[in-house]
């Protein structure tokens, strides 16, 4: 059974944390959903895809990647990700070589990949202006219409290759606090999201702390099922496993709720949140963008 793993407060946390929080993870279950749809409401294949992904993208010359090497990435079983690797080459999307998984230039070039490609884009810069709107970023919207008709620019694929990179970076993050359930972490994360929402697609920076149980909504099991694609009955069982360790509760009829109490304990988690935003603009300035 999966347990939370609370890790040491840090020494400091950054003012603008929080907020970049709030809006990134918003941006994380937006790709989670979206990887989902492409592999047909299959979420694991659709994490497994992007890795694959996300290492063609990064070497184009040959970007075959071990299955072990994907496991550790996404921080997940190893015969879980072989199965469902399998399940993509016998699917056509990828090959399997005696280097590891690739997809094949047709592949890359099709116009599945292509699609896929486009919507992290397009997820990813959404993120970057939604930041930049706020005050915590400096980023100038590449958007010019094409991308949601044509391929990328070189630029854009830069946006969609590094977001991609950071998606995958937090799955693996969450993992690591939930002792490697990468579904409870989802549940957890998509919980307190839907929690503040209404904060974070308002006024993400009317508060650079942790909000307070009396700004939270309630949000109920099945908008949680709906939103990551998941089974009731799976997301109810992990929604009262995430009750047991006493990091949510029930709002009476309302729903469920992620108290404050619970988020403080994850302060690392935040500030390392935080760390990997910067690391992203910091990876879109030396491709030559602003961020």
Known sequence: MSRFVPKGQPDEIP???????RISSEFLLRGIDLLT????????????FAAILHNCMEHPDGGAVATRELARRLDLPYETVRRHAMELVRAGQCAATRK???????GLGSRATTAVLRKIYLNADRMLVELTRAGLADYRSLQDGAERRGKLTREQKAVATIGMGRLLDGVRMLGDFWDGDVLRALVFTALWTANVKHVTNTAPTASRTVLQDEQRIPVSVL???????????????????LERDGVCHRAGRLGWVVPASALRKLAAGAVQTHDLLKSMFAELRRAGLRA
């Not at 908008?223 to 496993?241: C, D, K, M, Q």
């Open 100 to 106: 590891g998984i690739v997809i094949e230039p047709a």
């Open 223 to 241: 908008a949680i099922a709906s939103s990551l694609r998941l089974p009731y009955e799976t997301v109810r069982r992990h929604v009262l496993g």
């Open 37 to 48: 749809r492409a592999q047909n409401d299959k979420l694991i294949s659709g994490l497994v």
């Open 15 to 21: 003012h603008d944390t929080y907020p970049m929080v």
